[in-house]
């Protein structure tokens, strides 16, 4: 594989996420690593282009250090200029570090993962002989900015509309896209007509080396809290729009009022938002553990807890998606309550026994029977603890999902070889 890809052909990526963000570690940093290790195939340059006041913390500091410190690979990180001109300044950076990075004569594979970073390099680039471009879906973007992003509707609707441009110019333009679920494979195909023989579905991945069920921090931690034997219902993750953390509070509700020993380990940055829901309930402080973890230290904490909370709206952002901390629920060792319809994992949870589905109606009828399912299954999740660390250690882990993309890259360079798709 490597001579197919590294040795003849040079593999750019062009990152879109902030290095400071929440997934840029298993997202990025994780597959690059991985990348490298597994049998030598690597990235060659490394260009990151959305470099903010953020990526000044710590955070983005240990992120960025992390890509630094892969060997073989070449990195730059580019500061964003702002949007209040539009894409031109950014595009122009690009422009500008490509002319620095590309030899001329050298065939070579461009990897953006995402919208924009595609969408950019696409229109700089154009079609060529001596380059190929794909392009990562990670989520619907132009759905996501209508329903969920945080400015008003007129704001709102005009960004769908800049997406969706962005999203139709790469569907005409790009040589393959990755996509984070077969039901996204499936609308991509179905509306934007894009050969399904150029789409390769990679879930969001788990850094199983971070990420594993640990039955010592378990035990620890439990008493550490003070948990006992009691039934444990964690949510890991953001407090943001889509996660409806309205909608969880009242699940937990609905569990403490048949159990009054259950207890839910909220683990989040957004502490003060997540205090205000939990004030809002009648959840005792006793049964309440709010904590911020990150790395190990979360993985820790999640290997204490018995199932893991994943609710989403019935729409299409989630209709396609693939949540990060699924994976990281089940390599810990949790069962997952989630809703129906969150791209495979739905399914998937229903055909595995991992878990229980409820409807997405979030009325007081789903909401019992979410919570009564835990309160009389929780002692037979923790006898499965170890199989769904495994299973996701084999199924959303990096191993197998390289071997996907290493795919996708050996028949882009062998496209060079050929005058078209045909």
Same mark, same amino acid.
């Given at each position: 594989?490597?001579? @197919?890809?590294?040795?003849?052909?040079?593999?750019?990526? %062009?990152? $879109?996420? #902030?290095?400071?963000? /929440?997934? &840029?570690?298993?997202?990025?940093?994780?597959?690059?690593?991985?990348?490298?290790d597994?049998?030598?195939?690597?990235?060659?340059?490394?260009?990151?282009?959305?470099?903010?006041?953020?990526?000044d @913390?710590?955070?983005?500091?240990?992120?960025?250090?992390? %890509?630094? $410190?892969? #060997?073989?690979?070449? /990195?730059? &990180?580019?500061?964003?200029?702002?949007?209040?001109?539009?894409?031109?300044?950014?595009?122009?950076?690009?422009?500008?570090?490509?002319?620095?990075?590309?030899?001329?004569?050298?065939?070579?594979?461009?990897?953006?993962?995402?919208?924009?970073?595609?969408?950019?390099?696409?229109?700089?680039?154009?079609?060529?002989?001596?380059?190929?471009?794909?392009?990562?879906?990670?989520?619907?973007?132009?759905q996501?900015?209508?329903?969920?992003?945080?400015?008003?509707?007129?704001?709102?609707?005009?960004?769908?509309?800049?997406?969706?441009?962005?999203?139709?110019?790469?569907?005409?333009?790009?040589?393959?896209?990755?996509?984070v679920?077969?039901?996204?494979?499936?609308?991509v195909?179905?509306?934007?007509?894009?050969?399904?023989?150029?789409?390769?579905?990679?879930?969001?991945?788990?850094?199983?080396?971070?990420f594993?069920?640990?039955?010592?921090?378990?035990?620890?931690?439990?008493?550490?809290?003070?948990?006992?034997?009691?039934?444990?219902?964690?949510y890991?993750?953001?407090?943001?729009?889509?996660?409806?953390?309205?909608?969880?509070?009242?699940l937990?509700?609905?569990?403490?009022?048949?159990?009054?020993?259950?207890?839910?380990?909220?683990?989040?940055?957004?502490?003060?938002?997540?205090l205000?829901?939990?004030?809002a309930?009648?959840?005792?402080e006793?049964?309440?553990?709010?904590?911020?973890?990150?790395?190990?230290?979360?993985a820790?904490?999640?290997?204490?807890?018995?199932?893991?909370?994943?609710?989403?709206?019935?729409?299409?952002?989630?209709?396609?998606?693939?949540?990060?901390?699924?994976?990281?629920?089940?390599?810990c060792g949790?069962?997952?309550?989630?809703?129906d319809?969150?791209g495979?994992?739905?399914?998937?949870?229903?055909?595995?026994?991992f878990?229980?589905?409820?409807?997405?109606?979030?009325?007081?009828?789903?909401?019992?029977?979410?919570?009564?399912?835990?309160?009389?299954?929780?002692?037979?999740?923790?006898?499965?603890?170890?199989?769904?660390?495994?299973?996701?250690?084999?199924?959303?882990?990096?191993?197998?999902?390289?071997?996907?993309?290493?795919?996708?890259?050996?028949?882009?360079?062998?496209?060079?070889?050929?005058?078209?798709?045909?």
């Amino acid at each position: 594989m490597k001579s @197919s890809i590294s040795k003849e052909n040079l593999l750019i990526y %062009i990152n $879109g996420t #902030p290095t400071a963000d /929440s997934v &840029f570690r298993s997202h990025i940093a994780s597959y690059l690593q991985n990348l490298h290790d597994r049998g030598g195939v690597g990235v060659d340059y490394f260009l990151s282009l959305t470099e903010d006041a953020d990526s000044d @913390s710590g955070i983005g500091q240990a992120n960025r250090e992390i %890509i630094r $410190g892969i #060997p073989g690979l070449q /990195s730059e &990180f580019i500061r964003q200029p702002s949007f209040s001109k539009g894409f031109g300044p950014l595009e122009a950076s690009l422009k500008k570090a490509l002319s620095r990075l590309c030899p001329k004569n050298r065939r070579i594979i461009f990897h953006a993962n995402s919208y924009l970073t595609g969408y950019l390099l696409l229109r700089i680039l154009g079609k060529g002989a001596m380059h190929r471009v794909f392009v990562d879906f990670k989520g619907i973007l132009p759905q996501e900015c209508l329903y969920y992003d945080s400015c008003g509707l007129p704001m709102r609707f005009i960004r769908y509309l800049v997406a969706r441009r962005m999203e139709k110019y790469i569907c005409r333009h790009a040589d393959g896209i990755a996509v984070v679920s077969q039901a996204f494979k499936d609308w991509v195909v179905r509306n934007r007509g894009f050969d399904p023989e150029r789409i390769w579905v990679v879930p969001s991945c788990v850094d199983a080396k971070i990420f594993k069920y640990d039955a010592q921090a378990r035990r620890k931690i439990r008493e550490a809290l003070g948990l006992g034997d009691a039934p444990v219902a964690i949510y890991s993750g953001s407090m943001r729009k889509w996660q409806i953390p309205e909608r969880m509070f009242a699940l937990f509700t609905a569990m403490y009022e048949r159990d009054r020993n259950v207890r839910f380990l909220f683990l989040t940055n957004d502490g003060h938002e997540a205090l205000r829901h939990f004030k809002a309930s009648r959840i005792p402080e006793e049964n309440f553990h709010l904590l911020s973890a990150g790395g190990r230290e979360l993985a820790e904490y999640l290997s204490a807890g018995d199932v893991g909370i994943l609710l989403r709206k019935n729409d299409i952002v989630n209709a396609v998606a693939s949540p990060t901390k699924f994976g990281e629920y089940l390599r810990c060792g949790l069962g997952v309550i989630a809703t129906d319809g969150i791209g495979d994992f739905s399914g998937l949870i229903r055909r595995k026994n991992f878990g229980f589905t409820m409807a997405s109606r979030f009325d007081r009828k789903s909401f019992n029977e979410a919570a009564s399912w835990f309160l009389n299954n929780f002692k037979e999740l923790r006898k499965g603890a170890e199989e769904r660390s495994g299973w996701a250690e084999e199924e959303l882990g990096w191993g197998k999902n390289i071997e996907t993309l290493i795919r996708a890259y050996s028949i882009l360079a062998s496209s060079f070889e050929k005058k078209s798709w045909e």
